[in-house]
């Protein structure tokens, strides 16, 4: 994630309201500063994705990690599926609903996944093949959320900046450096035990899940690292320093949070700072040795003063 | 701001009431004790001061309606009040007296709290935070949604805003009391305390400072 070296959140506020014939610094506008920022920011980097994409690429590790376990043992109640008296190494939390679940009664290990948490130490499951009797509950593990399930990765919850889609995504992993994308046709052709492939992971974007796949040399998918721009992290300080690259984005930026100001402004005619906007999109896209075309110049004004 | 308010009641009284109750000795300063005791030949002391009192209040309530904000803050800066110590107990602080327009609340450290109008309500209430804090313009005090929580009590609040000291008797007779705005208003001031004098109404009066505000915009 890049971030201006210059511009904090109350830099921008201060240079954009200033630019605002009259405008009143004791209004309903300085309590939205941060959300109208934060819309300026979405704002600006989905417009300008094609020059700035690559800027906010970050690693995320999508692997097994973070799950939580218990130090004791609990209730198992089968009528009401519910696990009591359980104390975990973390307490549950409202943000364990939906995660997988492994534990033991006896000598039987199983399944499921959390439907509902209701205290610190007790939970509702759900799933098939549950006890049918009531039982004493050891061993419980809480999978992390983005568990490899089938050999796909959840990633709704990275916010992803999804231009260009997946064609703009890396994944690597530490078991092999062939790790290829695949169009869903193709990923469903994989044969694991082609030559070509026994020491390849293949992956596919599914929605909001990866699928992967891997050669029959390989012994898992190893750690795996998605490599992709996300979206601009949510300003909350007035301190924070703005995620625009310093130059032309954070100019571009200021001009679209006063946009987004003044509209808010009763009797306020807004004038869009069209000629301001262009010649500063243009500045970008030269500053990194890209062409632009004139009207595609005017889309992105229109985009950026219309959003 | 080098008039004093005994000068310039003195002016208004030369146009409405220009003697003393025998109607013949002409009311100057060196009688102006004489005058607050027993009053001019037309109006009694307190009548005057009071007309004096709405002329100003009209003149500053037709700048605040009528100039663009930076203007205005020029205008109105015999006005500028600072208060460094407005106290706020269970979330709510009293506005000062002769408080016209608010610029600018803070906490001792100068972070900002707005003043908003209750109507803002639905729209900010889900924003407040302990760093984007927000007051509400209730009546006669400014208040917190949320008490305390992001109000601590306090006596240390600054609140810089614009108002209007209401001038008494004494104003007049000490003759040290300076007028708040700034002296190139002080024909205005006169001439709309001589309307209130010749008692047209609230209307005529505000028109009249429409008027003469919006002729030094020119």
Same mark, same amino acid.
């Given at each position: ?116 948490? $209701? ?9 098939? %093949? ?10 419980? $593990? ?8 089938? %050999?796909? $990765? ?14 703009? +995504? ?7 450096? %062939? ?14 035990? +082609? ?19 891997? @050669? ?92 | ?28 300063? @060196?009688?102006?004790?004489? +005058? ?133 008797? %004494? ?13 190139? +208003? ?33």
């Amino acid at each position: 994630m890049i971030y201006s070296t210059i511009y904090k959140l109350q830099d921008a506020y201060r240079i954009a309201t200033a630019d605002i014939p009259g405008f009143d610094y004791n209004s309903p506008i300085y309590n939205e500063r941060f959300d109208l920022a934060n819309r300026a920011q979405y704002i600006t980097q989905a417009n300008l994705a094609d020059a700035v994409a690559e800027d906010y690429i970050v690693d995320t590790s999508i692997n097994l990690t973070g799950g939580n376990y218990s130090t004791s043992t609990g209730t198992y109640t089968a009528a009401t599926l519910d696990i009591s008296a359980i104390t975990m190494n973390a307490v549950f939390t409202s943000g364990d609903v939906g995660k997988k679940i492994g534990f033991r009664i006896g000598t039987s290990t199983y399944l499921a996944r959390i439907a509902q948490v $209701i205290g610190t130490a007790e939970i509702v499951i759900a799933g098939n %093949s549950l006890p049918a009797g009531n039982g004493t509950v050891a061993d419980l $593990i809480v999978f992390a959320s983005n568990l490899p399930n089938s %050999s796909s $990765i959840d990633i709704s919850s990275i916010g992803l900046l999804r231009y260009g889609s997946e064609l703009a +995504w890396q994944i690597v992993s530490d078991a092999t450096q %062939s790790v290829n994308m695949m169009s869903r046709e193709s990923f469903e052709r994989f044969t694991p035990s +082609w030559y070509g492939n026994v020491n390849a992971i293949v992956w596919c974007l599914v929605g909001t899940k990866i699928l992967f796949n891997q @050669g029959s040399n390989l012994a898992s998918l190893g750690n795996i690292t998605l490599r992709a721009p996300v979206l601009p992290s949510v300003l909350t300080a007035d301190t924070d320093y703005l995620r625009m690259l310093d130059g032309a984005m954070c100019n571009i930026f200021i001009t679209v949070y006063r946009n987004l100001i003044m509209r808010r402004i009763p009797g306020m005619n807004v004038k869009a700072d069209v000629d301001e906007l262009a010649s500063q999109i243009q500045a970008l896209f030269q500053s990194r040795g890209m062409q632009i075309k004139e009207e595609v110049v005017a889309d992105k004004v229109k985009a950026l003063i219309s959003a | 701001m080098s008039r004093t308010v005994q000068s310039n009641i003195i002016s208004l009284l030369q146009r409405i009431d220009p003697t003393l109750k025998d109607g013949t000795t002409v009311i100057a300063a @060196g009688n102006i004790a004489t +005058w607050a005791s027993t009053a001019g030949a037309k109006f009694n002391p307190q009548q005057v001061v009071d007309f004096y009192n709405e002329g100003r209040t009209a003149l500053a309530n037709a700048v605040d309606l009528h100039y663009p904000e930076p203007l205005k803050g020029t205008v109105l800066g015999g006005l500028a009040q600072l208060n460094a110590s407005l106290t706020f107990t269970s979330g709510a602080a009293p506005k000062p007296t002769g408080f016209i327009k608010s610029v600018f609340l803070s906490d001792v450290n100068n972070a900002q709290i707005t003043i908003n109008p209750i109507i803002m309500i639905p729209r900010l209430k889900d924003l407040e935070t302990s760093t984007n804090r927000m007051v509400f313009d209730y009546g006669s005090s400014f208040s917190a949604l949320t008490g305390t929580t992001n109000i601590p009590n306090a006596a240390t609040y600054k609140l810089s805003y614009y108002g209007i000291t209401t001038f008494v008797l %004494s104003d007049v007779t000490g003759g040290a009391t300076v007028e708040q705005f700034n002296d190139d +208003w002080f024909p205005k001031i006169i001439q709309l305390a001589e309307a209130v004098a010749n008692e047209q109404g609230q209307q005529a009066v505000n028109a009249l400072a429409a008027q003469l505000v919006q002729g030094m915009l020119k």
